[in-house]
């Protein structure tokens, strides 16, 4: 059974850092793909940042891309979102996802409908 957990969530003031991680548990993560998504409140659950089973390929959302880095320690098993300079709009849960990807050529997508198993989420508000 593939279990992820998000952690590193909490209060911060705008122009802040937080760093996400996502641990796994009952499988090693270098056979996975990781997906970061962001659920506003009262809105859609959206892709913010991928990293291939191999970490050599990432991919972030534009809106973020010159804040926010992904990337992963196989020996840790564990996948992290670096974020900074945060806005009150990052404001959101943050759940990381992982699927199945063997090959260590394929990249990653930031498409949820890509990944089967999701984490409870951690909250992240940023506030003064």
């Known amino acids: 059974q593939v279990q992820v957990v998000e952690s590193g969530g909490g209060l911060v003031q705008p122009g802040g850092s937080l760093r996400l991680s996502c641990a796994a548990s009952?499988?090693?993560?270098?056979?996975?793909?990781i997906g970061w998504f962001q659920q506003a409140p009262g809105k859609e659950r959206e892709g913010v940042s991928c990293?291939?089973?191999?970490?050599?390929?990432?991919d972030v959302r534009d809106s973020v891309k010159s804040r926010f880095t992904i990337s992963r320690d196989n020996a840790k098993n564990t996948v992290y979102l670096q974020m900074n300079h945060l806005e009150p709009e990052d404001t959101a849960v943050y759940y990381c996802?992982?699927?199945?990807?063997?090959?260590?050529?394929?990249?990653?997508?930031?498409?949820?409908?890509?990944?089967?198993?999701w984490g409870q989420g951690t909250q992240v508000t940023v506030s003064s």
């Open positions: 009952g499988v090693t993560l270098d056979h996975y793909a």
């Open positions: 990293i291939s089973s191999s970490g050599g390929y990432t």
């Open positions: 996802a992982a699927q199945f990807s063997p090959f260590p050529t394929t990249g990653c997508t930031r498409e949820s409908y890509d990944y089967k198993y």
